[in-house]
Structures are given as structure tokens and as C-alpha cells.
């Protein structure tokens, strides 16, 4: 008999199946509740032994209801479940997520990979003075090198849109005593406009000023940042003399790169060199001009330009695009990597 | 400026080819622009001499020649060409060379059964002609083993330098001869020596001199100004000048080559006497390239009886101008102060060769050398007699004196190097060296302008020793101090609105300027602007942005966020008001249409909650600011609010002035940076204590018709200070205008959260609270209740 039940048990095929097997068997009028009911007619002898088997009967039937109850319940969940099934496939969509300018990104980069060295971030206004951006610089008023900034003026008003963030190395030295690390960021202005040149451009200014610093100091802190900056730990850099009013020496730092007739990849091996960026010792009069003995503490002072630095190593070749502001150009070059 | 070798070699002795002057020019701090070497592909090609020339044994076209090629051998060749014979003069081709026509190395042949050992070329051989017309012939007078540059008629080597502002000396060919020579490229040749001239008259001309100028200037008579000599005209043309007569070339050639300007009258056009003095404003001076000036005071000018005939050190007057019939000539070299020569170049905004050097400062010590070298040219060349030149102001300038301690070099540099070494770098640039007990005493030679101190001295030393050998040397160790600039908060919130940062123009055009202020005077226009479209700094980062938004949606891209963190420009009673500034922008859908998303127009509580949600991350809630119903004249009235905090103005929000978008539904949110953000970010700020209480809620719902001239938003504001600590939050989930409503009012329905924070809320306590948020409501708001629900 228990092998019919149990069966009976495994068919059902749902839970009121498998509630009317258990009524049938462990009901009031039950086939096992019957037999058991039946015991009391026995002798104590039969009672004992007979009870013993139909209580074992009973006990496996239940374990095997319980079973396939659970089997069946979980069917049922499932059943439903699926009855809300969706097509996984459909496409989705972007998350609503933003960029940074890669120039941002840059500055905000270089402003990082500084920062580990003890500088901090500067700024300075957009709109100053001659006195900023040329005389305490060092630049006399009608030398060449003056005219070669292309300086955009004000009309009616003095003033001038600064040329070089090199204005903040001035506000910062009259302001603050060295030892100084500073790098100033910004934008700034030339009145030129060519396929490689912009009216308004970004610039990075850094300068050190210190005790029983020299070239040496410079040379290293330069190589260091564009082989990080270009992620290149062989990167050959070289130094090459310039002339710059506000330092002295001057130097021009340049990276190697290979020149094909549509390409150019900036690495070892290459077949030319590519300039990035303008470098020197203070100039003593410039740190005289901040009221720094030049005898006591040596300054070097680097400016780039970020735009130029960005279009490199992401191979942009149109500058006019980083301001053009093309939706599909900013979702491209931008980051949204989480920044601060 | 463009170098040319061969004009170089008259002042360099040098083996050295174009492309190591180049790399030592650039070594030594003179930026190489290019270089154009037509010998490049021909450098291997020699002269050669056919000694002889028969027939091939073995084939009637083809002949048999023995070339000798200078370097004393004879080499047999088999040439095909018709035109090749005994004793021409060929261009000859070595085993080895390559070929410019097919770019192959050529190698030993055996031609019908005889070995060739190189090639007599032909033009088209040498890529120099399209078409094969036999081998080239070469005039008699060249050398076997001359190159073929010149037999070929071909110009020679051209670099292009450019010249740092520093270094007027180097706009010569001489100055850059003697940097080749400080760096050991060849030894300088000594300038040829100057006629010594018997019996010469003086100069009929009189001169008067008024200011502190070194001039001298004699007469030459009877001169013939016909064409300048090959070899001068082939110079000039090499570096890109014109060859105009003998006369004006002379002078160009020693203005390039030694950096001397000169300039020549036509005496016979000078009217009485030359008078060089300060001009006068409102003076007239018609120059050479025919344009008539307007004279400032203070610019030095040359004048005869009949006005200006020349502006000093810059450019010569029409009415003195040499021609064919000049016969007799007036020749002037002179030295003028290099700024009033500045001052008076960019006042007239004029560029000559003469201007160039004179700014810069011309080598005064060649001043008398110059006009005797420029007289023996013109006899040489055009004939006649000098006479005795005038000569006002001190030929021989005192040189400048630098003392310099050797030290300092290392201390900048961080090189040592010895007294010795140091002493023969600066010889080698022809400083002047005495040894006074360990402090070199220096004179600059005449024509650096700009060795003034001894930080100039030790960048001298090192571009001779190297900037590579300057060693590597690392900065101390320093803490780490960076902490995210308060701008870098701002980005990081944006990207996470989904904006995407632009950087647009800080200029604007007066249209679009005048758009964004109300009172034009405030607006700052620049002086010299790149165009009208760029000539005004924009009063608004909108301004701007709008464009590139337009453009964006003129192009079908649709639904934008874009954002800019820049300053922007106010000019308040003269002063400049530089505002840094954050403007974001929506426009279109809110979302692309996709099937998972609402599909709706931006608006302006978009713009709203950016705004918001910007200065959370400033610690700014939205609680403690103010809204006003009103903003600037770009928003649309209506659908705009300035923010403020107590007085300070934080920005606005709205939907952009329909006018100004076409048709684009935008809308923006400006912030006013500095009056939100703190100089620095306090990343240790310990945020406020919060108490999680964990007692029951109670929800209660109300619902108000209240008229539309309330504002809701501070009516909602106000209903949890009826009880800060019970009531936790107050949600308005419904705002209702239309039907049902009378047009003046609205219906407004808002959920109310109560919870203690130490005991369950009994049904009294709530039914109290509701009711005095009932009662607020109806008194500050003239509400109407509608009905109150659990």
C-alpha cells in the first residue's frame, strides 16, 4: 500500500492534488487515520506491532507531502514568476552622465601630479595690469619681446587681457614669502587666430622658488612630468637654450616624436622633436621686483600650454574643436571619471 | 631669418655640412625653422672629366668612357648617351649612389660584356628634368671632384632661424658665423680689410647732428647704379631678398650679412643739408615703400631743406630714393638708440630690415667699418669716389664690463666647471677674460646687447657646454597639500547631473553682448579685437554658451547639457568686475526618447533643481536661500528666479528668453561662484549629529485651494518650522491648476510626516499638530481646506 500512496503523493501535480492525497490518506476518514482508528479493536500484542507499522507509513507519507509540497510551491512561485518574464534583450540606455572639458581634465591632472610635490594652486584675474603681465616680468616696454605677446587691450580703459599666467607668479611672490612651489592654471589671450592658434587659450605656469635650487632641479622636475604626463617612463626630453625676459637661463623643452606624412607619435625613437613648453631660472631682477633677496633663494619657473599638451597626447589635431562644442565631440574627448 | 651656407662661408671657415650647422645652431639656443638643401639628394654626384671616350667593342649605341673624378683614379663607365664625348665636363655617379630618379643604389654593371663602375647622368637621372635629353653638360670651368650645387646652376643650402628677441646680433649672417665658431663649427674668418683711400675731399654735403646718435655718412660721386654682380644678386636671392640695383643691394647685403643697416640718398635729390633730429608731431614723411606717415614728437628723423628724407634706423623717403640715374650717392651708417627705434616702429606699425636690428641693437663697433666696407663695394661694383666721411658721436662706445664669479655657475647650473673651461667658452664668444683673484672680469664684445649680468654669463657657459650635461637633481620632499578646489566640487556635481563641460569663447559679439546687460556702457570691448564676433568680454557665460547651442541644434544635435566654470565681465563705474561664474544649460527633452524614459521638454524646475543640487554640495539647502520671482532680461519673465542668500545674490534660474534661442526651449541656471564657495574646501567639516528615531510614524495628507498670489514654496518651508522636531518632512505630491479651480487659485495637496523622537505620538498630539497646520495654512496662505485624509 505505501508504495501506491507515496506515488500518489509524487503524481500530484499541484498543490490541491497533492491536498486531496493528503486528505485521503491522513484525513479524519483518512485510509491511514482509519487504520489507526482500527487498532483499537486489537489485541495489545497486534496494537503494538501493527501501530508501529502504520505510525511508520503515516510518518513517511507525511515527510514525502512535505517534500513535494515544497516542490510544488516552489513550481507554483516560478509559474508565476515567469508569467512576468521580460525580453532581457531590450536595449538599454545610457545613464544621464556628464564630462569634463579634457582641458579641465588636464589642469585638474597637473594640478594633481604637483600637488604630491607640496605646490598648491593659484589663480589670478583675466583682465590686468601691463604691470602684471609685462614690467615686473621683466619686460620692458618697447622691446620686441614685448610686442611678440600679440596682448589683446582694453578700449577706453586700461588694462590688458593677460597674455601668460605667469601674472600670478607675480601676485603670488608679493604676497607670500618663499620658499614657494605654485602652479597657476587659467586661461589666457593673444590676439593671433591660425589653424594653430587661438585667441584664447589655457596655460599652466609653474615656479619654484627656493634655496640652493638649480637647473639641475628644473631639468629633473620637467622630465619627470612629461614622461608621467605622456605616460612614458623612456620619453626622451631635451633641453634646448631660449630666450625668455623673465628667466635666465632660458630653455625650451622638447619632446621626441615621429613625424609621418599624417601621424606623429610621441615616443622613443622618434624621428623629431616636438616643443611643449618654455622653461628657465628666475630672473634675479624678477625676483627683486617681488622684494626676494635673488642672492638668498634661486627660482625656475615653467609655462605650457594646456591646449597644445591635451591635443598631443589625445591626438586632436584641430584646436579650434576644443571650443566648437559639439555635443558628440565633448561625449567623446571629455572624462567622466569621478574628479576631487 | 634665412642663413644661406655659402654666404655663410665668407665668414666661417667650415667643413661642416647643413645639417650640423643646423643641430649646433639649435644647440647653442637659435631655434632652427627649416632647412632647404637641394644638395641633400645630390651631395654624392661629383664633377667629372671624360679623358676618354670611344665606341663599345661590342655594341654601336653604346660607348666606352674613362672618367677621372678628382680623387685620382680613372673609372670606366659605359654610357649610351649620344651627346657624351672626350673632355666634356659630366656629372658623375659613384658605385653606391643613389639615384634620385628611382631612388636605387646603383651598383657595378656589366654592359654587353663589359664592367661599368658608375654613371654619367642625365638631367632626368637627378630628378631635375621631366624628359631624358642625353647626359648633362657641364661648363669647362669646373673641377673634376667639385660638387655639382653649383655647375648645376642649383642655389645652395638655406636654414631658417628664428631669432629670440635677445639677439639683435644674430640677425646677420656674421653673428651667426660666430656662434658656429663659439661652438667650434669652423674658425671665423677675419672681415676683409677696407680700401685706404689718398687725397679725398671733404664731404660737400654738410651734416648737422641734433641728439645723442653715432652717424657718419660721406658722398660718392659718379657711381653707375646698373645690376648688382651675379654672385651678390645669387646671395640675396638664396635668403629670399629681391635684387633691386647695385647700390640698394650693397646695402642690403652688409645689412643681412653683418647685420649693418646703411642707407644711400641720391645726393643729387638732397636739398642743402641733412639735419638729423627729433621730429614733431604732425610732421609728414613719404618712405620708400610710398606710404605717407604721420609724425609723432621725438622720432629721429633725417631731414634736408625740404622736410624728412628718411626715418632714422627705419625706413628712407621716396624723395632721396636711389635709381638707375643716381650718379652721385650720400651713404649714411649710423647707430640710434634701439627704443626710440622701437617706440617709433610699432607707433607707425612699420617692419624693415633696419627696424629689426636697430630695436634690437646694431653692433656700434661696426658703424665706420660699415660705411668704409659699403664704399669699397660701391667703387668696386658701381665706380666712382668717395669723399671724406663726417662722423658725429663716439665710434668707439665704451664695452660693457660684467664681473663674474665662476661660482655662480655651478650654483645655478649645478655643473663644475673649472676657471679654465669657463675662461675659453666666454673667449670663444670674444668676452674679454682677466682674472682679478677668482672674479673673472669681463668686457662684452660691442655687439651683445644683451650680456648684462652675470646670470646672462652662466646661460652663455651652459648653452656652450650643453644644456644636456645639466645633471638631474630632485626637488626636497614636500607633504602633500592638495586638497579639490571648490571648482573641482563643482565639476564633479555637474558630470553628475549629466552635463558635459564646453569651454567657449570669453568673447562675444556687441549684438549678443547688448542681450545680457542692461545698461551697454557696462560692457568691455577690446581695443584690438580679433574680429567684431569676438570684440566685447562677455557679461554672461550664457552669452556664449548660447551659441554653441544653437549651433549644436542647427546641426540636429538635440537635448543638451552643457556647462562652463569661467569668468565673466562687468565693467561698474570704470572699474572691471571679473565674476567667476557657473552656467549650466538643458534644452530640448528632458531624456532622448528612449522606451524606458519619460518623454518631456526641459523646464524651468529643471533648471531649479541643478541649481539646487549644486549648492548642496556647498553645504548651501535649500531652505536657508530665497527665491524671487524676477531675474535678468535673457530669462523669460515669468519663468526666471534669483537666488539670493540674506542680501548676497547666488544666481538665477529660468527658461532662456525665447527670442534669444530660436526656438530651442533652453533653460539655465547661472551661480555667482564667489559668493557661494569658500576659499577653500573644509574636507574635515564633522557633518551635523542626526537623531534616527524609532518611533511610529503618522502620515497625514492635506489638501488647500489657496490663491495663485501665494507662493507655494515657502509656504511649504514654513509648515515644518510649526514643529522642527515633529514634524520630519513635508512633501507637496500634488499642485493642481485648471479644472474645477477658479483660474485665481490653485489646488495644492502635500503629505506631512510626524514622528517623536522619544514616544509614540498619541492621536491628541497629532490632531493638534494638524490642526495647527490647518490653521497656518488658511491664515498665511488663505487657504481653503478641501479635506483631510489618513
Redesign the interface.
Known sequence: MLEKWLQEIEDANNLQALDEVRVKLLGKNGLITQQLKNLGSLSIEDKKTLGLAINQQKDKCLNALVERKKILEEQAINEKLMANAVDIT????D???????P??KAI?DI??YF????F??KTG???DSEYYNFDALNI?T????R??HDT??????A?L?RTHTSTVQIRTMQKQKPPL?IIAPG?V?R?D?DATHT??FHQIEVL?V?KNL????L???L?DFCRWFFAQEDLPV??????F?FT?????VDISCQKNKDSLKIGHGGNSWLEIMGCG?V??QVLVNCNIDPQEF?GFAFGMGVERLVMLKSGISDIRS???????W??HY?S?G??? | MKISVNWLKKFLSTQADVNTIADTLIKNGLEVESIDDPATNLKDFVVAHVVECEKHPNADRLNLCQVDCGDGKLYQVVCGAKNVRKDLKVVFARIGTTIPYNQQVLSKGTIRGIESFGMICSAQELNLSDASEGIIELGEQYQAGDTVMAPLGLSDAVIDVSITPNRGDCFSILGIARELAASNIGELLLLPQTQVYQDLVDCPISVKVIGDHIFTGRLIRNVTNHHSPEWLKNLLTSVGARSISAVVDITNYLCLGLGRPLHAFDADKIQGEITVRYSHQGEKFTALNGLEYTLDDGMIVICDDSGIISLAGIMGGASTACDENTKNIFLESAYFNPVTIAQTGQKLNILSDARTRFERGVDAGLVAYGLDIATDMLIDICGGKPSKPVVFGNLNLPHTKVDFNPEKFAKIIGVDLTVQQITNYLQNLGIKVENNQNILSLTIPSWRHDLKIAEDIVEEIARLHGYESIPSYSLSLQPHIYCPSPEDVVRKSMINLGFNEVITWSFTDPRSANDFVDDPESLIYLQNPISQDLSIMRPSLVASMLKVVKKNHQEGRTNLRFFELAAQFNKVANDIQTTKALAGIRTGNYYDSHWRLPSRKVDVFDAKLDLVKVLKQFGIEEHSIQIEAKGPKYYAQGQVGTVKQGKKLLGYFGQIHPNLTDNIVAVAFELLLENILPEKLDLYTKPKKITLSNQPIAERDFSFIIPKTITVGPLINNIKKINNKIIKNVTLFDYYLGKNISVDHCSIAFKVIMQSDDHTLTEEEINSLSQQIINYVQDKGHGQLRNEKN
Open positions: 531590450l536595449p538599454i540606455t545613464e544621464v552622465w556628464g564630462s569634463i572639458h582641458v579641465a585638474l594640478n594633481n600637488s604630491q610635490f607640496g598648491t594652486v584675474p583675466e583682465i620692458p618697447h622691446h620686441p619681446a610686442q611678440n589683446f587691450f582694453l578700449k577706453g580703459m588694462g587681457l612651489r586661461r589671450y590676439s587666430s585667441p584664447m619654484v627656493e638649480n637647473m639641475g632641479h631639468k629633473t622636475t622630465i631635451r633641453f634646448r637654450p631660449s630666450f625676459p635666465e637661463p632660458s630653455a625650451e631660472m630672473h634675479p634661486s576644443l571650443y566648437e562644442g559639439d555635443s558628440r565633448l561625449k571629455g567622466n569621478v574628479v576631487a
